[in-house]
């Protein structure tokens, strides 16, 4: 089965340091998503990948970057972080560039920036 | 603009009841919808997806969801409920060359 792992489960930072999540998927798909998880919000989309070193914005990118330089890993980077990024952080991927495709999530980041 | 509505923030349901998860779609071109469901402190896991072809969609763990174009709906629905069950459930949906858009999901809580 797909697995989807996401380095930290709980993360506690300070405003302004710089926070990288990571994200690794083990069935070569071509797809990886960021979205951030709030009551009240749902899920919503921060960044995407179709490809290595490839990114897309998704709806809420400001504050926000990623990275993916290997097919299998995609991060997000907190330049500098403040409280209303308190979230939590889900990874997926898909195998295909399709919105048809199933997304496999990660177990997430729950990030508290104090 | 492409969006998906999930009415009810709470479901009840007392075990061995069926259930019912309402959605519904506002979408440009072909809808494709899904189903997740998020158990605590877990992502979300796929349930069953529509995108053509018959309108009764099954899936796993026994759900089932009913696609109605007259109506713009995809409620889930299962026959009889499991305390188990109990877990956040969203209803993504996109149309045509579009990205997939959550909404803000409803907790499901099966008793005894």
């Known amino acids: 089965d797909v697995k989807v792992t996401q380095s930290s489960r709980y993360l506690v930072k300070r405003t302004g340091e710089k926070v990288f999540l990571e994200c690794v998927q083990d069935m070569d798909h071509e797809n990886m998503f960021w979205y951030r998880q709030d009551p009240g919000l749902g899920l919503r989309l921060i960044y995407f990948?179709?490809?290595?070193?490839?990114?897309e914005k998704g709806d809420i990118p400001e504050g926000y970057s990623v990275s993916r330089e290997k097919k299998e890993r995609f991060s997000l980077i907190l330049e500098s972080a403040s409280t209303n990024q308190t979230s939590m952080y889900l990874c997926?991927?898909?195998?295909?560039?399709?919105?048809?495709?199933?997304?496999?999530f990660g177990s997430g980041t729950q990030l508290s920036v104090l | 603009a492409q969006s998906v509505a999930q009415p009810e923030d709470q479901v009840n349901v007392a075990e061995g009841n069926p259930l019912t998860v309402k959605c519904t779609y506002s979408v440009s071109g072909n809808p494709y919808l899904f189903w997740y469901v998020q158990y605590p402190n877990r992502g979300l896991q796929f349930l069953l997806k529509?995108?053509?072809?018959?309108?009764l969609v099954k899936g796993s763990y026994g759900f089932e969801a009913e696609f109605n174009k007259s109506q713009t709906s995809f409620h889930l629905k299962k026959p009889s409920a499991l305390v188990s069950d109990s877990a956040l459930y969203f209803c993504?949906?996109?149309?045509?060359?579009?990205?997939?858009?959550f909404g803000t999901g409803t907790r499901l809580q099966v008793t005894l």
């Open positions: 993504p949906g996109a149309g045509t060359a579009s990205k997939l858009t």
């Open positions: 990948s179709y490809d290595v070193k490839m990114k």
């Open positions: 529509y995108i053509t072809g018959d309108n």
């Open positions: 997926a991927s898909s195998l295909q560039r399709s919105v048809g495709e199933k997304l496999f």
